[in-house]
């Protein structure tokens, strides 16, 4: 996938979070993933596939990429399930 287009499907998963009530989760395109964070934390990243699908994968207790067997069609899913997904841990990393 260009750059630019993963910096705009980057931008728009960052944007779901912000009208879903997490302004503190943002996205940014980093070496050909979206990558998730949530107050300047790693949480995750979705990695481009085939067909425009986004595959999620999250970042374990010592650093290492882990795949989750999900991924998204579209920026809006993408958000969706990673809240889904993932909200004990953006719970956790909230309460810092």
Do not use: C
């Amino acid at each position: 996938m260009h750059r630019d287009r993963l910096q705009q499907i980057a931008a728009q998963i960052e944007k779901a979070f912000h009208q879903q009530g997490h302004p503190r989760m943002t996205v940014h395109a980093q070496r050909g993933h979206a990558v998730v964070k949530v107050g300047g934390e790693v949480l995750a990243r979705f990695t481009p596939g085939a067909k425009d699908e986004l595959h999620l994968g999250y970042r374990n207790h010592n650093g290492k990429w882990e795949p989750m067997p999900f991924a998204a069609h579209g920026p809006d899913e993408a958000a969706r399930l990673t809240l889904e997904v993932l909200t004990p841990h953006i719970q956790a990393f909230s309460d810092f």
